[in-house]
């Protein structure tokens, strides 16, 4: 099983993830939200919105669904997004990756 | 549906304008706004009546281009002005190439954004601020991946062309982006709403 990658995400307004299928060769994708939703933040995989999250929460997509996101409103939105290849991934996995991906760096 | 979650109507219009859309310009630009506001005496004022293109400024936010329907080679889009039923009514093309925005605001009309084409005149008002209007956006286009709308908490992933969204931009907060490969091209209509606009808004279907 391939190292899980940690990407930490800051979109302040007008930033945004172009429609991709990009899964950096892993077979999931989890958006781990690190604020809360706010109206006009759109996240979108597979054609479905996805709203009222909150801070903490994780979703996970698979390689065959097509994300995007758009930060329409005047707030910055704060995320990670981690690539892995398990089909469950917690918020301890992640931030155990990421420790280790620091320490590379 | 949730009435009180339906912040908008719909009226769908049905037609053929796809070709029109080649002769687009960009020809109605926010500098002119920026340079209008600048002429009053109050900063304070111009600041708070600029404060949305002065977020996108500050914030370095790409925004959408907006131009003018020349009836020449847009027929079909110009016959939208006389069918609405709308004063002094201005129709203004807007497109969203990718990474182009207008983010969470509400509307206001001052009369110096509430101008069109050199040819046609409109009624001047004494007051900058907020006027009786109405203002309706028609999707020229189905929506395309990475195209984003918003009104109210309703958000937005879905429509088609010739959908016309009809809202009180006054009241309801609402945004729209686009962060997909292809444009998204919208009609917005503005003017003072006269009888025959109460008609129009009865009407579930137009052709035009």
């Known amino acids: 099983m391939k190292d899980i990658i940690v990407d930490v995400i800051t979109q302040t307004p007008g930033e945004f993830e172009k429609p991709s299928t990009s899964y950096k060769g892993r077979k999931y994708r989890s958006i781990i939200f690190l604020t809360d939703y706010a109206v006009a933040q759109f996240v979108e995989i597979n054609n479905k919105l996805i709203t009222k999250w909150k801070k903490g929460q994780i979703y996970t997509s698979n390689s065959n669904e097509e994300y995007a996101s758009l930060n329409l409103s005047l707030k910055a939105r704060n995320f990670m997004a981690a690539y892995h290849d398990s089909k469950k991934i917690t918020v301890k996995d992640i931030k155990k990756a990421l420790k280790t991906q620091c320490m590379i760096k | ?208």
């Not at chain 2, 304070?44 to 002065?54: D, E, R, V």
């Open chain 2, 1 to 208: 549906m949730n009435k009180e979650k339906m912040k908008f109507k719909m009226i769908k219009f049905r037609g053929n304008w796809k070709d029109e859309l080649q002769y687009y310009q960009a020809n109605f630009g926010r500098d002119y706004l920026t340079k209008t506001l600048k002429d009053l005496k109050d900063k304070n004022k111009w600041k708070k009546l600029n404060k949305h293109s002065l977020f996108h400024k500050n914030y370095n936010v790409n925004r959408n281009t907006r131009g003018f329907v020349d009836p020449k080679h847009m027929p079909t889009l110009e016959k939208v002005r006389g069918i609405v039923g709308l004063n002094d009514c201005q129709v203004v093309i807007l497109k969203y190439d990718q990474g182009q925005t207008n983010l969470y605001h509400r509307d206001y009309i001052p009369r110096h954004e509430h101008v069109e084409r050199p040819d046609i005149k409109l009624s001047v008002r004494k007051e900058v601020g907020l006027s009786n209007f109405e203002r309706l956006l028609l999707m020229l286009e189905d929506r395309k991946p990475g195209q984003y709308m918003q009104i109210g908490d309703r958000m937005i992933n879905k429509w088609q062309a010739g959908d016309c969204y009809i809202y009180n931009g006054k009241v309801d907060y609402h945004s729209a982006g686009n962060c997909g490969d292809h444009p998204r091209w919208v009609l917005r209509i503005t003017g003072e709403p006269t009888e025959k606009f109460n008609k129009f808004l009865k009407k579930k279907e137009i052709k035009i």
